[in-house]
């Protein structure tokens, strides 16, 4: 079984400071991980992906990720956050062995940059 | 708009109804997938569509819930004689040729059971 956890249900950070979305997750095999956005009113929107390699990864809006394989983490963050980033932010993981396309969403947590 | 089309976008239906929710993916991908969402949860995976192949169902898929895609294009998703525990946002999204790749949402359907 496959399952993703997003300890925090809100992260409030003051605009222009770092900011830090925790995920750890749980496979039986090797991950591959994804964070998605929604902003009010839209669908989810990809921001970036860990399929393997490099355990940085960059992503859309000046956002990036850290693949943590001791931890089971894949924290996404941000250097200088802006009031712009404000949205419901999912962590998501697949499993890589299996064949299987099914991929498990955490609850989501809330952004909120304050001006 | 070359997205991901969902439609309706609002369904208020009255228990024990049959509804249909119609799902537009982008044209080029060939991986299609349906997810619900209730509030406070991130989306739980219901079923997808390799073309018009359906290869993977939740066990959330109770017998009332059947979805199909029959070219390999647009997909249906019918929930037959509704539950209140139906209510939730269905969403729909799309990718190409395996999820590991991007997958694009569209903008849901909320279904409201009374």
């Known amino acids: 079984a496959q399952s993703v956890a997003q300890p925090e249900d809100q992260v409030n950070v003051a605009e222009g400071n770092p900011l830090t979305v925790k995920c750890t997750y749980s496979v039986s095999g090797n991950p591959y991980l994804f964070w998605y956005v929604q902003y009010p009113n839209r669908g989810l929107q990809f921001l970036l992906k860990?399929?393997?390699?490099?355990?940085l990864v960059k992503g859309s809006y000046g956002f990036e990720a850290e693949f943590n394989k001791s931890q089971t983490s894949f924290h996404l963050k941000k250097p200088s956050a802006l009031v712009s980033d404000s949205a419901l932010y999912f962590c998501?993981?697949?499993?890589?062995?299996?064949?299987?396309?099914?991929?498990?969403f955490g609850t989501g947590t809330k952004l909120q940059v304050i001006p | 708009d070359t997205g991901v089309s969902q439609d309706p976008r609002h369904k208020i239906t009255k228990r024990g109804q049959n509804v249909t929710f119609r799902c537009d993916p982008i044209s080029e991908h060939n991986r299609l997938y349906w997810y619900r969402q209730t509030l406070g949860q991130g989306p739980e995976f219901l079923t997808y569509f390799q073309n018009e192949a359906q290869l993977e169902k939740s066990r959330l898929l109770s017998d009332r819930f059947s979805a199909e895609r029959p070219k390999g294009s647009f997909s249906t998703l019918e929930i037959q004689r509704t539950e209140q525990g139906d209510s939730a946002m269905y969403l729909c999204a799309s990718s190409f040729r395996d999820s590991i790749n991007e997958q694009f949402f569209g903008p849901g359907t909320r279904l409201t059971v009374l």
């Open positions: 998501a993981v697949r499993d890589a062995s299996g064949g299987y396309q099914k991929v498990t």
């Open positions: 860990y399929i393997t390699g490099d355990n």
